[in-house]
């Protein structure tokens, strides 16, 4: 599947992908090479990613492929966990909305 920046995509269930996303559409708003560098809209975004998805990884091979992979930037459709974006390494966009 590509991804294309702009589109909306929907969450699979956690049964589906093993992944605990709210329900509704995400919005795509960018897609990076590799870890961003930088924040877009809040200073500890990239540390939410990184302890989010990376940590545990440390060492493994999927801890480089994540790393140095594409990263997703999405909106989250209105939730109650408070999150309204994140950066999601591409596994786990290959998961959850493929």
Avoid: C
Wanted: glycine share 8%.
């Amino acid at each position: 599947m590509n991804f294309t920046v702009g589109d909306y995509y929907t969450a699979k269930t956690y049964k589906e992908s093993g992944f605990n996303f709210p329900d509704g559409e995400y919005k795509l708003k960018i897609i990076r090479d590799g870890f961003p560098e930088s924040p877009v809209n809040h200073e500890d975004e990239l540390v939410i990613a990184e302890e989010k998805w990376l940590e545990g990884l440390e060492g493994s091979d999927q801890y480089k492929t994540d790393l140095e992979g594409n990263w997703y930037y999405f909106e989250f459709p209105i939730n109650d966990e408070g999150i309204d974006y994140m950066w999601v390494p591409e596994s786990v966009v290959v998961e959850v909305f493929e």
